[in-house]
């Protein structure tokens, strides 16, 4: 399985970014997905995460109301757009497929058993 993240970059304050993660080696439809970020010194924290069939979603509190996941089966992709960013938001994000099928999204790490190589996000003032 390959999950590869792209889309990060720079932007100020208040910007947008869309990163997406083309994922293969596996039927994408029947895997939850989930986005994740790390900094340096902090754990890597749950961002969103979408169902197998994309009708269910979770946003943590930090970003909800500003950042959408969303998933194209067909194209084998899952997205997250990142409006009105703030200079926390500045981290390395990275794309994760679920251990086992089924519909469900997961929050917790340890449900994900394959990740992307990250894509840096940076926010500036």
């Known amino acids: 399985v390959q999950l590869q993240a792209s889309g990060g970059g720079s932007v100020q304050a208040g910007g947008s970014l869309k990163l997406s993660c083309i994922a293969s080696g596996r039927t994408f439809a029947s895997f939850g997905m989930g986005w994740f970020r790390e900094t340096p010194g902090k754990e890597r924290e749950i961002v969103a995460a979408?169902?197998?069939?994309?009708?269910?979603?979770f946003h943590a509190s930090s970003v909800k109301g500003r950042f959408a996941i969303s998933r194209d089966n067909a194209k084998n992709t899952v997205y997250l757009q990142m409006n009105s960013l703030k200079l926390e938001d500045t981290a390395v994000y990275y794309c994760?497929?679920?251990?086992?099928?089924?519909?469900?999204?997961?929050?917790?790490?340890?449900?994900?058993?394959?990740w992307g190589q990250g894509t840096q996000v940076t926010v500036s003032s």
């Open positions: 994760a497929m679920r251990r086992t099928d089924g519909s469900a999204y997961a929050t917790l790490r340890d449900y994900y058993e394959y």
């Open positions: 979408i169902s197998a069939s994309g009708s269910g979603t």
